[in-house]
T-cell receptor, first 112, second 117 residues
């Protein structure tokens, strides 16, 4: 099963611009995580935000979480061509060690 | 950090044959591992939960007799696609949480691309 939607499904921007991706989910969560996947490759863990956190930063990444709206956003600032990839949010509702449920993903294309 | 490997990274097989995919946690023990499937341009879908020493738990719509899972040790889970058909062609990814951690941080394998001809 999938939790919900990512928005937009595809995003094309120029290098240096910011990219914002949104994720909505349906059920109560424990944590929300964002992953990146380059074409045909495995997943790279970007950032984890707990349900009691509202915002988190890591380098050029900023994640927000609004549990009342059941939504999260990932902002990539000053994007680079190397940021071109698919981005997925993933949630879990249980204790540590439970499966992640992935959103549908946003495909980001950054052109130089 | 913790590493999960998968083998093979890609495999091509003929329709009707079986294929085994291995998922190993290299430097930690994993009593639980998860198997996901990803079709082209789609997201990851959870297939099953692999439990060391007990039967796997399958998600709705996943045939347990077709996708055999064996979690033989604390570092190895295998997924066998039996009597594979072209519609089973997909990217299969495993993940494992590190036991004893408070936060649900999963470590993903690099994936196995299966092509059934």
């Amino acid at each position: 099963s999938q939790q919900g939607e990512e928005d937009p499904q595809a995003l094309s921007i120029q290098e240096g611009e910011n990219a914002t991706m949104n994720c909505s989910y349906k059920t109560s969560i424990n944590n929300l995580q964002w992953y990146r996947q380059n074409s045909g490759r495995g997943l790279v863990h970007l950032i984890l935000i707990r349900s009691n956190e509202r915002e988190k930063h890591s380098g050029r990444l900023r994640v927000t979480l609004d549990t009342s709206k059941k939504s999260s956003s990932l902002l990539i600032t000053a994007s680079r061509a190397a940021d071109t990839a698919s981005y997925f949010c993933a949630t879990d509702a249980g204790q540590a060690g439970t499966a992640l449920i992935f959103g549908k993903g946003t495909t980001l294309s950054v052109s130089s | 950090g913790a590493v999960v490997s998968q083998h093979p990274s890609w495999v091509i097989c003929k329709s009707g044959t079986s294929v085994k995919i291995e998922c190993r946690s290299l430097d930690f023990q994993a009593t639980t591992m998860f198997w996901y499937r990803q079709f082209p341009k789609q997201s990851l879908m959870l297939m099953a939960t692999s439990n060391e020493g007990s039967k796997a738990t399958y998600e709705q719509g996943v045939e347990k007799d077709k996708f055999l899972i064996n979690h033989a040790s604390l570092t190895l889970s295998t997924l066998t696609v039996t009597s594979a058909h072209p519609e089973d062609s997909s990217f299969y990814i495993c993940s494992a949480p590190q036991s004893g951690r408070a936060v649900n941080e999963q470590y993903f394998g690099p994936g196995t691309r299966l092509t059934v001809t």
